[in-house]
């Protein structure tokens, strides 16, 4: 068994009886193939919260300063995420990105790039955008419907894939993708509160 495994495992049997996390919508996960998750970012939890209700492994793009920090930073690759510079056009986590998409793994991403102090959803970032017009994968919108109380009921509900097709061919721009992709995603908060 892989620590990955073994961490999801792990974090699963803690957090969902804590938070009593309700998942929806895995029938609209593609079983094989690249996927694109992008997911609302409310709390620090989401990631670990996202990767154990999502059917299959997913990486996550960490901020740099977590892999300085003793013993989590040596752990954080074995957990499938990789390092992005934030503030900045970050070449090397965008190839890294692609990279798992064409490898036909999953890639989540909070477009957002930051939580949202308010719950409110914010405006995504254009790397959302640019993921799914350069890669192949399927792009499916995942809602996290808090708040992260002890006992309280928290939703996670994945969408069906967006249709990219037309997206591609109307030749949109990424910040234009990506904010497509969050309406998909506060399309389905609406329908889920």
């Given at each position: ?71 989590l930073g ?100 990424a910040e ?18």
């Open positions: 068994m892989n620590l990955y495994t073994f961490a999801r495992g792990l974090v699963k049997s803690i957090l969902s009886p804590l938070y009593r996390i309700e998942v929806k919508g895995l029938e609209h996960f593609p079983k094989d193939g690249g996927v694109l998750l992008c997911a609302n970012h409310i709390d620090n939890l989401d990631p670990p919260v996202v990767g154990i209700s999502a059917p299959r492994p997913v990486s996550f793009m960490a901020k740099e300063e977590l892999f300085n920090v003793p013993v040596k752990l954080l690759p074995d957990l499938r995420a990789f390092p992005v510079k934030r503030g900045m056009s970050d070449r090397e986590a965008l190839r890294k990105g692609l990279k798992v998409l064409k490898q036909g793994d999953v890639l989540g991403l909070f477009p957002e790039g930051t939580r949202s102090k308010t719950g409110q959803i914010g405006k995504g970032l254009a790397g959302a955008g640019f993921f799914a017009l350069r890669s192949e994968a399927y792009v499916v919108p995942c809602a996290i419907i808090g708040p992260y109380k002890p006992f309280r009921k928290l939703k996670v509900v994945f969408g069906p894939p967006i249709p990219m097709d037309s997206i591609r061919e109307e030749r949109l721009n234009k993708t990506t904010e497509i992709i969050m309406k998909h995603i506060e399309d389905l908060i609406h329908a889920n509160q």
